[in-house]
């Protein structure tokens, strides 16, 4: 892989005049798609704002990929007509008989216009340039070969490289449909004009004695020609690269040199001395310009900035590995299948949803909201909050007739605030209790102020004002600053009067075809009462094409009526409506909360409801499945599936007796595992396609009893200091394996291991920056800025931790800064440690300005259909509210005796 890249990025380099397949943004859509991937697991509740969005990038990505085919076609036949057009006419006035004279040669060639037999005379000079003008269209078809082929085969990698990350197989039909069927991808494309260049060029030498021979010795000298420019090229390209680089190089060294002067009579009279002070700092800033500039991953990035140091010595081996034993980042690797398991159970999601209620205005909601989720952030990781509110909202808003791009962001922001509330709100909460714990800075054993670990509730002394502040804030602001942007899931306004008898159009995200399927949902009782159109049914993205009664629902989905109901209609118990969809609305239609997929087989399906996924077949045209109906292959038994939908020649059609034709779409649920292995080796099914993200709603009484029961065990033990967390954590999470609420798979695929790996290598890069003396400098700075002003270094450590907290993750940003501000705050300024790790906890916890700032702004990007301009407005605004407000309310809480300003 590695080496194609490189070999289509040379041909690239050297011959720019071509179109080549964008290798690199398709990469980049992969990657993403990757991301957005591994942020679900297959068991976890399906959500339709992150399934969309991985649908979207799907859809990208191969939008993206036809485009290249069709620009890199259409170059190819606009290049090929051009080479035959020259070709023609150098075939046309070469048509001669040469004599063995060699000063002038006699031309007998036939004037096609005319037909004559013309004759003429040509110098050996002129017949050479001819010769040449051969030679130069031969090459250019033998680089247009080379760019073909070449492209045939990135196409071929890159469609190969989407199905290993999406679990799909489309690498054959695709190539076959889409890529060989043009004209640049076909083998013999270019054969049949080389053969004509070859046979005019044999015609031409063909009178004279060495004919043959010439003809040979053409071919290889234009080989060799070929070879030859092509090294030219390289040389040109390797000079321009180091050209345009010299700059950038130049500009290093003399910044390198700037940096060695300003800092040297810091470190002591000989620079030699404090050679590590340099190397840390200059391995930390290139460290964070390849992640921020570049987009490395940080895991690898400071893990070798780590590696680094602990090989030139300025670091200990038990140093650098310290932070993979640090309490914190085991606490936060061992709260995270916990907080799988509230997902998987569906225990935070059902106390969600009753307590968000009905409000009657946007005020009331975004309160009644940015509470709820705040203060289940502070018992919970913010990751699955957002994963469990995406769809809630979805749905809340819908009913409310309320636009979602008011809710998502705010939500989003206000699951941070409820994160600086406790030591578990937050991964970077931990993370800089942890670092407090076993940093000494340059103080001598025994010596070092005492450090406490603070208790569970401890942060909310800052973190509950600030979270009071940033929420009012964001109430007062979101009616100017946020958008009633409609996001890509679909329109969440109210449908204009003359609209009023059909539902309001949404765009609906297709991956493969546009069969659509009568599917029947029952209303739970949570509608029941309710009208139609306060119901919010209708604002789904699906089309409700009818509401029927159980009893009579078999034949109203084999023949549905037109919608004949008033928007008015007040839904009963027992009531089924019936709605048409493609099998993405399905799923997405399948997550609300108010609504129950109406199908009694599936009650009788075999193996564990996680392991199961809506799966989309078509009937291939040599299947022997052809002629049978769904009763007589005994499918359920057979497959172990249920049909939720068949799409009859994409029209509707029974779902049960009707026979089966080629093309006919089936909408399943069945095993995934069983649908991409057995399934695909019968070769009954043209294509076979699990919908992303498609795994059935989990409601689980017991096990949504068992973790709601272990989350207020765990802040109540923990609240009282009963119990250490981490073997609290180890407790409960071996509880839950051992009574199956989830799988140890599961739980092991739920602990990410590049993001606790980067916080772990963050320790060893705090440990180099106090070893070498980095730390003390830049502290010292500070103090010296401030002129030892507590306000002013409090300050400047938070502005220097939201700053980096833009670029890398806050529990990395909580270790990095750590060790500055202990020695700008505590060394330099006599404050105690507490009221640092209070301060950075802030800091590190709150980063609004940009979606790539924290994880959870990303992830409500697409559902709330947000541009970056929003982000930088509306969080802009809070992160200088909220970072005056965490300032100045710690700096009062110390002088006020609440928090002690000094350790001595």
Not at 240 to 267: D, H, K, N, T
Not at 498 to 510: C, D, F, L, Y
Not at 596 to 612: A, F, I, V
Request: charged share 20%; proline share 4%.
């Amino acid at each position: 892989e590695m080496k194609f890249k490189h070999e289509l990025e040379e041909e690239i380099r050297l011959m720019p005049k071509w179109v080549y397949v964008q290798y690199r943004t398709l990469e980049a859509i992969i990657k993403k798609y990757n991301y957005e991937a591994k942020a679900r697991t297959d068991s976890e509740v399906a959500l339709p704002g992150v399934d969309q969005k991985l649908q979207s990038l799907r859809d990208a990505f191969f939008q993206k990929v036809k485009d290249n085919i069709a620009s890199i076609n259409t170059m190819f036949m606009e290049t090929y007509g051009s080479c035959k057009n020259n070709l023609d006419h150098l075939a046309y006035t070469s048509s001669m008989e040469i004599t063995t004279d060699q000063s002038d040669h006699v031309v007998n060639f036939i004037d096609e216009a005319t037909g004559l037999n013309m004759k003429s005379k040509i110098t050996h000079d002129e017949l050479e340039r001819r010769i040449e003008s051969f030679k130069t269209l031969y090459v250019d078809l033998l680089d247009l070969n080379r760019m073909r082929q070449i492209n045939r085969e990135a196409f071929r990698k890159i469609v190969k490289k989407f199905d290993k990350v999406s679990g799909e197989k489309t690498l054959k039909d695709f190539m076959k449909n889409q890529v060989d069927s043009r004209e640049f991808a076909k083998e013999d494309a270019l054969k049949g004009i080389e053969e004509q260049l070859l046979a005019a060029v044999r015609k031409l030498y063909a009178p004279t004695e060495l004919g043959e021979r010439k003809f040979q010795e053409f071919r290889g000298s234009t080989i060799l020609y070929r070879q030859n420019r092509l090294k030219s090229l390289q040389k040109s390209a390797q000079f321009q690269s180091l050209r345009e680089g010299l700059p950038y190089i130049i500009a290093y060294l003399f910044s390198f040199i700037i940096l060695y002067v300003m800092i040297q009579p810091q470190f002591s009279s000989n620079p030699m001395d404090n050679w590590q002070g340099y190397v840390v700092i200059y391995g930390i800033f290139t460290g964070v310009l390849l992640i921020a500039v570049h987009g490395k991953p940080a895991d690898v990035c400071l893990t070798s900035v780590n590696i680094l140091f602990l090989t030139v010595g300025i670091i200990t081996s038990e140093e650098a590995f310290a932070g993979f034993s640090n309490a914190g980042v085991i606490a936060n690797g061992i709260l995270l299948p916990f907080a799988r398991a509230l997902s998987i159970s569906g225990g935070a999601e059902y106390v969600l949803i009753r307590c968000l209620g009905k409000p009657s205005s946007l005020v009331a909601a975004q309160v009644r909201m940015c509470c709820v989720v705040a203060a289940l952030s502070a018992v919970l990781n913010n990751t699955p909050i957002v994963f469990m509110m995406i769809p809630i909202l979805q749905t809340w808003c819908s009913r409310l007739n309320m636009s979602v791009s008011k809710f998502m962001l705010p939500m989003s922001f206000a699951i941070m605030l409820g994160g600086t509330c406790s030591i578990v709100g937050s991964s970077a909460n931990l993370v800089t209790i942890g670092m407090a714990s076993s940093y000494h800075g340059n103080f001598p054993d025994g010596q070092q102020p005492v450090f406490s670990r603070p208790g569970f509730w401890r942060p909310a002394i800052i973190g509950l004002p600030v979270m009071l502040i940033g929420t009012l804030w964001m109430i007062f602001t979101s009616p100017f600053l946020l958008p009633s942007r409609i996001p890509a899931s679909g329109s969440n306004d109210e449908p204009p009067p003359e609209e009023r008898s059909r539902p309001p159009k949404t765009p609906a995200v297709n991956y493969r075809s546009v069969a659509r399927f009568n599917v029947p949902f029952r209303f739970t009782q949570s509608l029941v009462g309710s009208t139609v159109e306060d119901s919010g049914v209708t604002r789904l993205g699906a089309k409700l094409v009818g509401i029927s009664n159980v009893h009579n629902i078999k034949k109203f989905v084999e023949e549905p009526p037109p919608f004949g109901g008033s928007w008015d209609y007040v839904i009963r118990d027992g009531d089924v409506g019936v709605f048409t969809c493609s099998s993405s609305e399905v799923n997405s239609v399948r997550q609300n909360q108010s609504l129950e997929l109406y199908n009694k087989q599936l009650s009788k399906l075999h193996g564990e409801r996680r392991e199961r996924a809506l799966i989309e077949v078509t009937i291939a045209e040599d299947s022997g499945l052809i002629g049978k109906s769904l009763l007589d292959l005994d499918f359920r038994r057979k497959y172990n599936a249920c049909c939720i939908g068949i799409a009859k020649n994409r029209e509707n059609g029974d779902m049960k007796r009707w026979p089966l034709e080629a093309g006919d779409t089936l909408l399943l649920e069945a095993s995934k595992r069983e649908a991409l292995t057995s399934w695909t080796s019968e070769g009954f099914f043209s294509h076979i396609v699990a919908i992303i993200g498609s795994t059935p709603p989990m409601r689980d009484t017991r096990k949504m009893v068992l973790t709601m029961g272990s989350l207020l065990l765990l802040v109540i033990l923990t609240s009282s200091e009963v119990i250490d967390i981490v073997n609290l954590g180890f407790i409960i999470v071996a509880g839950f394996i051992a009574l199956r609420v989830i799988t140890a798979r599961e739980a092991w695929g739920s602990i990410k291991g590049d993001v606790l790996l980067t916080i772990a290598a963050s320790f060893g890069i705090g440990q180099a920056m106090s070893n070498s003396g980095v730390a003390k400098w830049v502290g010292e700075g500070i103090t010296s800025v401030c002129n030892g002003n507590e306000l002013g270094i409090l300050s400047l450590i938070y502005g220097f931790t939201v700053t980096l907290g833009a670029v890398l993750n806050n529990a990395s940003v909580a270790v990095l800064v750590y060790p500055v501000a202990y020695s700008a705050a505590v060394e330099s300024a006599g404050m105690d440690p507490e009221l640092i790790v209070l301060l950075i906890i802030m800091g590190a916890g709150l980063s609004f300005c940009t979606p790539m700032s924290y994880q959870t702004n990303q992830m409500v990007q697409s559902p709330g259909g947000y541009l970056f301009s929003d982000y930088v407005r509306f969080g802009g605004s809070l992160q200088i509210a909220t970072g005056v407000a965490s300032v100045l309310f710690l700096y009062f809480l110390a002088n006020a005796g609440f928090v002690k300003l000094r350790y001595s």
